[in-house]
Each structure stands twice: as structure tokens, then as C-alpha cells.
């Protein structure tokens, strides 16, 4: 009964996707990185919003996810896009929230994650430390790897 | 007065609400991979509108000294619950209740906060003064050692906090984060007594929210650099006038106690450049922080206090995890630092400049984190006047956590 009253509620509730949430300031990083083309979204899970990019020549040659991942206190959102050898290209953070970790959005400890083929990345050990961030750090780390397990499935 | 029936069903509706949450909270917060909908997820995160936190340390401290007896002292130095909450997306309160050696009692933080965009969000309330490094991020798993450095409790008087409000925002790109304040500023005079002084500074002169007097208000500001990786370096600054209880009441025409308020106010500014880097199982951090004061002749003449013109601070730290390159979940992190600090840097011609009151501190010690926000540590502060011919030795342990 009880699932029932919340499927329910859940079928009523906010479903506005990040997609669509960040469209602008997403699509020109998509751009900026993998040039024309559109995503088609392809699977939701676990709050993670998964899309294949087409190219404007109809090459599907990329994967688009969009995610939250939790610092101290706030939730952030972020998109990372992953070529076809699973490896990472670009990360935005979208929106960052809270006044505590706003360190990770810093671009070039954001690099250290690009282009590792077949890596789990581990904070302090192969990503760095950032004075300020721990928690978003090793929060943002976790999603990611969960992202990559979830992709070499 | 509620019927029978009407608490009955307040009742009900209370256990509904409660097997409802309970059961979301098992939907929602289950770890599986399997496919869930959107919109449980995008839930859980508007239950998350009170959350709850802290931090505290518990110490140990043995002075050593020749030829006399010591006391060793145990203390729950400080224990802090934080509370935010989240009205909206974009407006918050966040709080912070202090208890100070189990028994003081203090607010440490409680300000609203609205974000119009990333580079721009409007707070006001009780603030902290964005000084230095340890004002702001002064938990205990955040800096090494068992206490904070000297420096930043005397010449910057840890933790620093008044009521105002201003402006903040981040610039991504950049790697930019600016805070600007309009706040109250110390009482340098209750009415009876003037509170600056030559060893403590403005430690003692500090309001806290409590009662504040104001007789103008004073301003802050500080820019934050972190576009280079496992780089961070900030610069404050602050300016105003210090507060005065002799201004309560004051008949304006009543010549000689309009100028004994006005000898009881000091101009004040403070600047602050600080830096942490860290690489690997490397990193590094230090402060230097100066702060002037004007009308300090008056000032003096009138309490009776040593109060400097101008005061400095600096302080370099290094630190290494030795189980960096381990597969170690913990850490092991040998530091030292070096701290100089002056309380009568510079002094007006009237005040005797006091050596004692120049001060070089040595502390080196370890931490070992048991796990993310929980730390052990214990050090060695050894600490020297230019007027002493021995240095004070002080054997610090404590544990510290932050969640």
C-alpha cells in the first residue's frame, strides 16, 4: 500500500532532468569539446542521466552523463563526457552549491582525471589533494568511478 | 484544546507521515545499481533540506619547566554543532553553537544566505571575518597540530566573527572567489576600561555578537586565488574603526568627555596573504598577516594600556603523509612549523616596547587520521621571547574530528 501511495507521488513529482536544467551552459561545452552533433538520451540510473552524442555526420562517438555527487553539506552537479576508449575528455561542474569544496571546480584538478585509459582513480593516491574540497574531492572521485564501472559493463 | 478524536487522527497522520519518510529513506537510499526513477533521487536531495554537522577536539596539555612542579590539563577545548538549512535552492541558514572548555556557551555562526547566481550570493548575520587561513577553515582535521597557530590566535584573534552582511560569489573560470562585508569591529572601550592590548591585541576587544556595540561600522574583504592546481592563495584586508561604550549617552556639548570618547576609538586595519599548496603526500602552507592601529597615543594615555601602533605575524608550515604512496586508507603526517609574531611590532614613543612580546615558535609534532575527519595528534611547541634566555615547552596530544 505504502509503495503504492509513493509510486504515486512520484509520478506527480519534479522530473525535470539536469539535461535540460543545464542545457545552455552544457551544450556549449559539448560543443566546445566534440563539435556539432546532438545527445540522445539512452539510460537513467541511479540518478545519473546518460546520453550518446552523435556527431553532425551521424558518428556516435561519445558519452555524455550528467550527475549530483554530495560534498559537506550540499549536493553538486556536474557532466562528464567519456569517448568511446572510456576514457574521460572533459568534466563541468555545473552548479556547485555550498561554500565549502568549491576548490574542485578548479580546471587543472579537474585534468588529472582526463585520458586514463582503464584507471580507477583513487583521491590522495593517483588524483590529488585539494585543501578545502576533501569531501566534494573524494565525493566527485566515487560518482566517477561509479560512472566508468557502469560504462565497461 | 484538541478533542479526543482530533489527536487521534493528528496521531495517525503523524505515524503515516513517519512510515511514508521511513519508507522513501529505504527506497532512496539503497546502493544498487539497479535502474531507479529520476525524480526518487532528485527527492532524497530535497530531504536533505536540515542537515546536521560538527566538530570538536579534546586536549591534553604538559608544560615542562626546570626546577618547578607542572600540572599536566585535560580539556574538551571546543565542541561545535552546525545546522543548515535550505528554505529554497537559492536561500539558506547555516549556524554554528560552540561550547568552549564544556562550559562557555557561544554562537559562532549564524547567517542567512541567498545565491542570485555563482557570482553572486547576498549573506547576513552573524559572520566570520575572512582573515587569513584558520579564521575561516578552523576545524581540527583541516590544520596540523593541536592547537592553531599563534598567529592566528593572537594577532588574528581566532575565531573572529561580527554581525553584518555583504557580498560573495565565485568566478569558475577563473578560479576566483571574492567575499566583501560591511561588519561591526571590536570595542576598544566598554564604557569602564579599554580592551586592546600590548600582549593580547585585540583578542580581548572582541564583540562576538553578544550585545554588540557599534559606533561605526567597519569593512572586509577578501579574494581568493585557486585556478592552479593544489594551489591556493588568499589576500584579505580590513578597515574601520574600533567600537566605544563612551559614546552611550554622550551630552555632545560637554567638550571634555566628547574628546575622552574620542581618545577611546582607534583606527584599525589588518592584511592578510596566505597560501597552501600540496602535491602528492606533500604540502605546504603559510600566512603573513600585519595589522596597524592609529591614535594609540590617545588611546593609551587614556586606559592606560600598551597597545602597539603596529603588530606582525608569519608562519611556514611543511607536512608529509608517509603512507601517501601506500594503499593505506589512513594517514600518517609528520609537520613542523615556524611562527614569529610581534605584538609591539612598532610602538608610539610614550609605550616601553616590550621584548617578551616578540615571540618565535617551533612546533613539530605528527597526526594520524583514523579515517576521513578523525585525527589523533600530539606535538612539541617550543616557543621563545626575545626577552627570555630559555624557551616555554609545551607536550600537546589531542584528537579532533569533523563530520
Given at each position: 500500500m505504502i509503495l503504492a501511495v509513493i509510486s504515486f507521488f512520484l509520478t506527480f513529482a519534479?522530473?525535470?532532468?539536469m539535461r535540460e536544467e543545464y542545457k545552455k551552459s552544457a551544450d556549449r561545452n559539448i560543443e566546445s569539446v566534440l563539435g556539432k552533433g546532438e545527445l540522445k538520451s539512452t539510460l537513467t540510473d541511479s540518478g545519473k542521466e546518460y546520453y550518446m552524442f552523435e556527431s553532425a555526420e551521424g558518428k556516435e562517438s561519445a558519452t555524455v552523463v550528467f550527475s549530483s555527487a554530495k560534498g559537506r553539506y550540499e549536493f553538486f552537479d556536474y557532466m562528464v563526457i567519456i569517448n568511446q576508449n572510456t576514457e574521460i575528455v572533459d568534466i563541468k561542474i555545473l552548479k556547485y552549491r555550498s561554500e565549502?569544496?568549491?576548490?574542485?571546480?578548479n580546471k587543472s584538478w579537474l585534468?588529472?582525471?582526463?585520458?586514463?585509459?582503464?584507471v580507477s582513480f583513487e583521491y590522495r593516491k593517483n588524483i590529488d589533494t585539494l585543501s578545502g574540497a576533501t569531501f566534494s574531492a573524494q565525493s566527485l572521485v566515487n560518482d566517477i568511478n561509479k560512472i566508468l564501472d557502469k560504462l565497461k559493463k | 484544546m484538541l478533542t479526543l478524536p482530533e489527536k487521534n487522527m493528528k496521531r495517525s497522520l503523524f505515524y503515516l507521515a513517519l512510515i511514508f519518510i521511513t519508507g522513501l529513506n529505504t527506497i532512496t537510499g539503497q546502493e544498487t545499481n539497479e535502474p531507479k526513477n529520476l525524480s526518487a533521487d532528485v527527492l532524497s536531495k530535497k530531504e536533505d533540506k536540515l542537515v546536521f554537522g560538527g566538530y570538536g577536539q579534546v586536549d591534553f596539555a604538559r608544560q615542562f619547566a626546570e626546577d618547578k612542579s607542572m600540572n599536566s590539563t585535560l580539556d574538551v577545548t571546543r565542541l561545535i554543532l552546525s545546522m543548515g538549512y535550505s528554505f529554497s535552492e537559492k536561500t539558506s541558514f547555516f549556524t554554528e553553537i560552540e561550547f568552549e572548555h564544556v562550559k562557555e556557551l557561544y554562537v559562532e555562526q549564524a547567517f542567512v544566505n541567498h545565491t542570485f547566481s555563482d557570482f553572486l550570493s547576498f549573506r547576513a548575520g552573524l559572520?566570520?571575518?575572512?582573515?587569513?587561513?584558520?579564521?575561516?577553515?578552523?576545524?581540527?582535521?583541516?590544520?596540523?597540530?593541536?592547537?592553531?597557530?599563534s598567529v592566528d590566535n593572537i594577532?588574528?584573534?581566532?575565531?573572529w566573527r561580527e554581525i553584518g552582511f555583504g557580498f560573495t560569489g565565485r568566478f569558475q573560470e577563473q578560479g576566483l572567489k571574492y567575499q566583501v562585508y560591511m561588519m561591526n569591529g571590536f570595542l576598544g572601550h566598554d564604557g569602564t576600561k579599554?580592551?586592546?592590548?600590548?600582549?593580547?591585541?585585540?583578542r580581548d576587544a572582541r564583540?562576538?555578537?553578544?550585545?554588540a556595540v557599534m559606533t561605526s561600522p567597519d569593512f572586509s574583504a577578501k579574494i581568493d586565488y585557486?585556478?592552479?592546481?593544489?594551489l591556493k592563495i588568499g589576500l584579505s584586508g580590513y578597515i574601520g574603526n574600533t567600537e566605544s561604550g563612551?559614546?552611550?549617552?554622550?551630552?555632545?556639548?560637554?567638550s571634555q568627555n566628547v574628546s575622552r570618547a574620542d581618545s577611546s576609538i582607534v583606527g584599525m586595519t589588518m592584511a592578510a596573504l596566505d597560501a597552501r599548496y600540496s602535491t602528492g603526500g606533500l604540502s605546504l602552507r603559510g600566512q603573513f598577516v600585519m595589522s596597524s592601529l592609529s591614535n594609540t597615543q590617545q588611546y593609551n594615555k587614556l586606559t592606560g594600556n600598551n597597545a602597539a601602533k603596529s603588530v606582525m605575524g608569519i608562519y611556514g608550515e611543511v607536512a608529509y603523509?608517509?603512507?601517501?604512496?601506500?594503499?593505506?586508507?589512513?594517514r600518517l603526517t609528520p609537520f613542523f612549523r615556524y611562527e614569529k609574531y610581534d605584538t609591539h611590532f612598532k610602538v608610539d614613543p610614550s609605550v616601553v616596547k616590550q621584548?617578551?612580546?616578540?615571540v618565535s615558535e617551533y612546533v613539530f609534532g605528527i597526526g594520524f587520521t583514523l579515517a576521513e575527519g578523525a585525527v589523533l595528534k600530539a606535538d612539541m611547541q617550543i616557543a621563545k621571547s626575545e626577552a627570555d634566555a630559555t624557551s616555554l615547552k609545551i607536550l600537546n596530544a589531542g584528537l579532533g574530528v569533523w563530520f
Open positions: 519534479d522530473t525535470t532532468s565549502y569544496g568549491y576548490e574542485i571546480t585534468r588529472q582525471f582526463y585520458n586514463k585509459q582503464g | 559572520l566570520l571575518v575572512p582573515m587569513g587561513i584558520i579564521n575561516e577553515y578552523h576545524e581540527p582535521t583541516t590544520y596540523n597540530g593541536v592547537k592553531r597557530p594577532i588574528v584573534p581566532t575565531t579599554g580592551l586592546i592590548k600590548g600582549d593580547k591585541y585585540l564583540q562576538k555578537g553578544a550585545k585557486f585556478g592552479i592546481r593544489g563612551l559614546y552611550k549617552n554622550l551630552d555632545l556639548t560637554d603523509n608517509l603512507l601517501h604512496s601506500t594503499s593505506s586508507e589512513h621584548d617578551k612580546y616578540n
